[in-house]
């Protein structure tokens, strides 16, 4: 009898922008990992047939930098070389609806705070427990640690709080526990980042 | 640590740092300009002479601190004064490291009710400007270290040569080292190199 073979989905996630916006793609990819799909980040043997797109949204040249990339993407399912394009993302949080009558190839748009919509499109569920858990997408002797997330500043020039809400710090028990969990993996050196770090310490030391 | 916001910044975790060996003595705290008239136009919360004494103030605390910083050229309004005040601001406190972008006019953000009203051309020719006089300095800085050995994390191998990053360099943004050494590195371990040579954005030197 022959068994018809099925293809397993392979998912490659590229990032562009900020540091920040890599974390979100390892956290990302950690919880499509543990629910047992395949996932990469910048898969260079292209043997994926799923692409997500971090995009950037802050300044003019990102921006461009970001829909070329959605561009090329589509284009290779055009191609026939991807089955899905996703894009999630601060250009997608802040250009969703002009986007997607834009580009209407791509399968699903995402905004920055959609983590568990993003991984209901792979039926897979958001893990609660997982906080933390990343795949790496830096070398494994460092990595990034995000403290807080957005910013309530409001200088005149930013969009960043347009695309990434208030400032939300994490608390002090959830950084050590990252911290020893990349430490546990072997990362020699801990990059502290956030949008806005001064408000997050602010905010740790209130607490504490 | 990428990014600290100026305004309201606690001064006492700097404590920390520079009580614990194993936090890097290292801030990226953007600062965007110093005029008054452009942090006003620029709604940062302060003014310049806060910002000369805050600088003053983080390396009081951390003395050898590394404060890399980033500004905006070409914000509406800016005058040649005004870019006059930030070359000289960067010749008297002299930051280890500086980035710097170009205004770019954000919709939904309340500088978008500004005219943007410096042509591309000059706030290119602006960036270029404010940036010599960065790279003059961060020269400078580098040479400064020639003789001095530094513990360097070792991040690749590239082109047959070991490169790594001391504790005041942070990852892609800031000084790479080159290590010169005949012996296998292990990438992701320490090892103390003593500069030899230094360049612009730049150390070589060999393992001690």
């Known amino acids: 009898m022959k068994t018809k073979s099925i293809k397993r989905d392979k998912v490659n996630i590229i990032t562009l922008g ?16 543990a629910n047992g799909i395949k996932v990469m980040h910048e898969n260079a043997k292209l043997d994926h047939n799923i692409v997500v797109v971090n995009t950037c949204g802050f300044i003019d040249k990102a921006k461009e930098e970001s829909v070329n990339t959605i561009l090329e993407q589509v284009e290779l399912k055009r191609d026939g070389k991807l089955d899905k394009v996703y894009v999630t993302g601060c250009l997608s949080e802040r250009y969703r609806n002009d986007l997607k009558n834009e580009i209407p190839e791509v399968d699903a748009w995402f905004g920055t705070m959609e983590l568990p919509l993003i991984l209901k499109q792979f039926n897979a569920d958001y893990k609660q427990e997982l906080v933390g858990e990343r795949l790496l997408a830096t070398p494994k002797h460092y990595a990034y640690l995000k403290i807080s997330e957005g910013c309530n500043r409001t200088c005149s020039f930013c969009a960043i709080p347009l695309m990434r809400g ?27 980042i956030a949008q806005e770090l001064t408000t997050a310490w602010i905010f740790i030391k209130n607490v504490h | 640590m990428h990014y600290a916001y100026p305004s309201k910044f606690p001064l006492d975790i700097l404590d920390v740092m520079r009580e614990r060996e194993n936090i890097c003595n290292y801030l990226d705290m953007p600062l965007q300009h110093i005029s008054d008239n452009m942090l006003k136009a620029m709604k940062r919360q302060m003014e310049t002479q806060e910002i000369y004494d805050l600088v003053d103030a983080i390396r009081d605390k951390v003395p050898g601190i590394c404060l890399r910083s980033t500004l905006i050229a070409g914000f509406p309004g800016e005058t040649r004064d005004d870019v006059e005040q930030l070359k000289t601001f960067l010749e008297k406190v002299r930051l280890d490291r500086v980035g710097i972008f170009t205004y770019s006019h954000e919709e939904n953000t309340s500088a978008y009710g500004l005219v943007d009203n410096i042509p ?11 940036m010599e006089v960065q790279q003059e300095i961060s020269f400078e800085k580098n040479q400064e270290k020639i003789g001095n050995t530094y513990k360097v994390l070792v991040d690749k191998i590239e082109a047959g040569r ?33 500069i030899t040579k230094a360049y612009d954005y730049d150390l070589e030197g060999e393992i001690v």
Do not use: W
């Open chain 1, 18 to 33: 900020c540091s920040k916006n890599m974390v979100d793609s390892e956290v990302l990819s950690g919880q499509l990992n």
């Open chain 2, 120 to 130: 591309a051309e000059e706030k290119e020719a602006r960036a270029q400007e404010i």
């Open chain 2, 162 to 194: 070991y490169l790594g990053r001391t504790e005041f360099d942070s990852v892609e943004v800031d000084n790479e080292v080159i290590i010169n050494t005949d012996d296998e590195l292990p990438i992701g371990d320490f090892v103390n190199v003593k």
């Open chain 1, 166 to 192: 208030g400032h939300v710090s994490k608390t002090i028990e959830e950084i050590v526990a990252e911290a020893k969990k990349l430490v546990s993996m072997g990362v020699k050196e801990i990059m502290l």
